[in-house]
């Protein structure tokens, strides 16, 4: 096996590694993310992102309040805003 596959493999198992903790460290946030880690330590900085410092030094993220981070502010697709009018305007000939 060359090189390439092999770190292609324990790129893979990292991966797996990481999606299965509840509480991930600095660089695995950035991994997890696909953040930069100075954007990382930007949004910590500014109070942008939950994080947790229990020794006041090292940081950690909870990764289910990341995922709530990554998906606010989303935004509806076509089909589902078509979806949600003709919902309305079935409720309305119904009252």
Known sequence: MNEFKIAEK?????RLIISNK????????CEYTG???SYLYKLTSSGRIPFSKPNGKIIFF???KLD???LQNSHKSDDEIEE?????IIK????
């Open 22 to 29: 509840k509480v991930l460290t600095f660089d695995e946030a």
């Open 35 to 37: 953040l930069s880690r």
């Open 92 to 95: 309305k000939k119904k009252a």
């Open 62 to 64: 909870e990764k289910e």
């Open 68 to 70: 709530n981070w990554l």
């Open 84 to 88: 949600e009018s003709l919902s309305y």
């Open 10 to 14: 324990l790129d893979r198992i990292e």
